[in-house]
């Protein structure tokens, strides 16, 4: 099994920045062998939607609403996922999941999700 723990949201100012991390702990095989990392947010009443992801080795992926705004990063070494995001706005507001696909000792792929942490933008 794969756990999650998430830290870093809070409150900001309209173009402020906020940093998230999302820890992954576990069995060494499952750690190990974590694939997709991703984040995750949902405003109320809206549906979740996809932040940003990265693959293992590096490749990322972006919504257009915060494209050049937000980068996310990992260290594999770490297990952990990074969510740098930069000129905030009020529609950031969210809480914000992480997401990571892993596989396991029997070779078959699973996710598992972070309990939530709250983002708001306000001035």
């Known amino acids: 099994q794969v756990q999650l723990v998430e830290s870093g949201g809070g409150l900001a100012q309209p173009g402020g920045s906020l940093r998230l991390s999302c820890a992954a702990s576990?069995?060494?095989?499952?750690?190990?062998?974590?694939?997709?990392m991703g984040w995750y947010r949902q405003a109320p009443g809206k549906q979740r939607e996809l932040v940003a992801s990265?693959?293992?080795?590096?490749?990322?992926n972006y919504a257009d609403s915060v494209r050049g705004r937000f980068t996310i990063s990992r260290d594999n070494a770490k297990s952990t996922v990074f969510l740098q995001m930069n000129s905030l706005k009020a529609e950031d507001t969210a809480v914000y999941y992480c997401?990571?696909?892993?596989?396991?000792?029997?070779?078959?792929?699973?996710?598992?999700w972070g309990q939530g942490i709250q983002v708001t933008v306000s001035s």
């Open positions: 576990g069995s060494i095989f499952s750690i190990n062998n974590i694939g997709y």
């Open positions: 997401n990571v696909d892993w596989r396991d000792a029997l070779s078959r792929t699973r996710d598992t």
């Open positions: 990265i693959e293992r080795w590096g490749s990322t």
